[in-house]
């Protein structure tokens, strides 16, 4: 009974996890369009004498800025605070799953990586305008790029680690068909977006997650119940 409760509020966590992220894509879409919304109406007023003309520039950055850092915020929060912990819960019943609580590390170290790339490649253009040695400036460039290269690759190979293959690995165990769609859908969305194209097959596949996710929580305590009542 211990082991059906752990696994029971494993799932639980990990649906938890999926809200957030289908949350997360919500305010996304709300930050693309609002962004988009207020640049249009700045380009607009930039004509109106009163008005300095890059006010309205400023003030629709700024809004898509503060958007893109609650929706970056909540991504961290569904991965690292509600997925994370769940895929650990969950080996602990099956083994199987460590490999997607191992996805989750790989994703934080790329995602870590990737951030101390972002710096370097700060402090490269910021010699830029101090340095007259050309050559290491360009250097500094070539070597951000290629850390944030190797962080997104590390990245990207915990994404599907945990997504894709915990997705199967559900499929697998509780043998529900919405769990197999949506780590198929995870994988032409990863592939979509190596190419440029957008990411939103993730968005069908975190709601057949969620979906599929509250069918086997239901089925388990279901069937945790029935022995009490017998």
Not at 51 to 60: L, Q
Not at 187 to 194: N, P, S, V
Request: proline share 3%; hydrophobic share 60%.
């Amino acid at each position: 009974m211990e082991t059906r409760n752990i696994e029971i509020s494993a799932l639980r966590t990990l649906r938890g996890g999926f809200l957030y992220l289908l949350v997360a894509v919500i305010v996304g879409i709300v930050a693309a369009f609002a962004g988009l919304f207020s640049f249009i109406v700045a380009i607009g007023s930039m004509s109106m004498p009163p008005h300095s003309p890059f006010a309205g520039v400023i003030g629709a950055v700024a809004i898509l800025l503060v958007l893109l850092l609650v929706t970056v915020g909540i991504v961290l929060y569904a991965v690292f605070g509600k997925i994370r912990p769940g895929m650990r819960r969950l080996s602990e019943v099956d083994n199987g799953f460590r490999i997607s609580y191992t996805g989750t590390t790989l994703m934080l170290v790329g995602l870590v990586i990737m951030v101390l790339g972002l710096i370097v490649l700060v402090a490269a253009f910021a010699a830029v305008s101090f340095s007259p040695m050309r050559g290491s400036v360009l250097g500094g460039l070539i070597l951000a790029l290629g850390v944030l290269l190797i962080g997104g690759i590390i990245a990207i190979i915990g994404n599907i680690l945990t997504f894709v293959v915990g997705a199967f690995k559900l499929y697998s165990r509780y043998q529900n068909s919405l769990y197999m769609a949506a780590g198929i859908l995870f994988i032409i969305d990863i592939a979509l977006i190596l190419v440029g194209f957008s990411g939103i097959l993730s968005l069908v596949g975190y709601i057949l997650m969620y979906i599929a996710l509250g069918d086997t929580i239901n089925k388990l305590s279901t069937a945790a119940a029935t022995p009490a009542q017998a």
